[in-house]
């Protein structure tokens, strides 16, 4: 699926990973924690990436056990009783990858596309400096890069990486004063955003 803005121009979403990040992010005392895999996060982010067919969805946790919950998850929906029964969440669920760091992800994602990456970090504090969703548009569209689009769990990607990434993405804003959403809801809302028609 390509977007298409109001200039014509198309933004093929395959250039765009979301990655969800269980490390490093934050608790609520702004302490740097992991963060526990929810079965729900990896069902609806799968279902939003191939509605939007975005590239593959990276899950990154450094837990051993975690990794090893999200392996039988995916196994479940992709080759077990789950694949049989539910076709639909079989194909979503093909989108999904695992690692151990943030790093690995970007390793990986450059030699499948043997191209370069940048790192895109999301977060519901506005700290100035960060890219609207205009400019990130365009830059998926004009450029040849992988985007890695991090989305936080707990209480946000933590200050240390958000200063380490190659952009800030504007926070999702309503206006209501209040601000943290369910990440699969940020993550659904942000890539409507950029690729949505």
Same mark, same amino acid.
């Given at each position: 699926? #390509?977007s298409?803005? $109001?200039?014509?121009?198309? &933004?093929?979403?395959l250039?765009?990973n @979301? &990655?969800?990040?269980?490390? @490093?992010v $934050?608790?609520r005392d702004?302490? $740097?924690?992991?963060?526990a895999?929810?079965n729900?996060?990896?069902?609806?982010?799968?279902?939003? !990436?191939?509605?939007?067919?975005?590239?593959? &969805?990276?899950?990154?946790?450094?837990?051993?056990?975690? +990794?090893?919950?999200?392996k =039988?998850?995916? $196994?479940?929906?992709t080759s077990g009783?789950?694949?049989?029964?539910?076709?639909?969440?079989?194909?979503?669920f093909?989108?999904?990858?695992?690692?151990?760091?943030?790093?690995? &992800?970007?390793?990986?994602?450059? !030699?499948?596309?043997?191209?370069p990456?940048?790192?895109?970090?999301?977060?519901?504090?506005?700290?100035?400096?960060?890219?609207?969703?205009?400019?990130?548009?365009?830059?998926?569209?004009?450029?040849?890069e992988?985007?890695?689009?991090?989305?936080?769990? #707990?209480?946000g990607?933590?200050? =240390?990486l +958000?200063?380490?990434?190659?952009?800030?993405?504007e926070?999702v +804003?309503?206006? !209501?004063?209040y601000?943290?959403? @369910?990440?699969?809801?940020? #993550? #659904?809302?942000?890539?409507d955003?950029?690729?949505g028609?």
């Open positions: 699926m #390509a298409r803005p $109001e200039d014509g121009r198309i &933004v093929s979403g250039f765009l @979301p &990655v969800l990040l269980h490390y @490093p $934050e608790d702004g302490n $740097e924690i992991t963060a895999v929810t729900l996060d990896l069902h609806d982010l799968a279902r939003i !990436a191939i509605t939007y067919q975005t590239g593959d &969805v990276w899950v990154v946790t450094p837990v051993v056990e975690q +990794q090893q919950l999200v =039988k998850i995916i $196994e479940h929906w009783i789950g694949a049989r029964r539910n076709p639909d969440r079989k194909l979503a093909a989108k999904l990858r695992l690692a151990g760091s943030l790093a690995e &992800v970007a390793e990986k994602v450059h !030699a499948d596309a043997d191209l990456v940048f790192t895109v970090s999301t977060s519901a504090r506005k700290t100035g400096g960060e890219m609207s969703f205009g400019d990130l548009h365009g830059r998926l569209n004009q450029s040849r992988r985007c890695l689009l991090l989305f936080g769990t #707990a209480w990607i933590s200050r =240390k +958000q200063q380490q990434v190659d952009c800030r993405l926070p +804003q309503a206006g !209501a004063g601000n943290h959403l @369910p990440v699969r809801a940020a #993550a #659904a809302i942000t890539i955003r950029l690729l028609r």
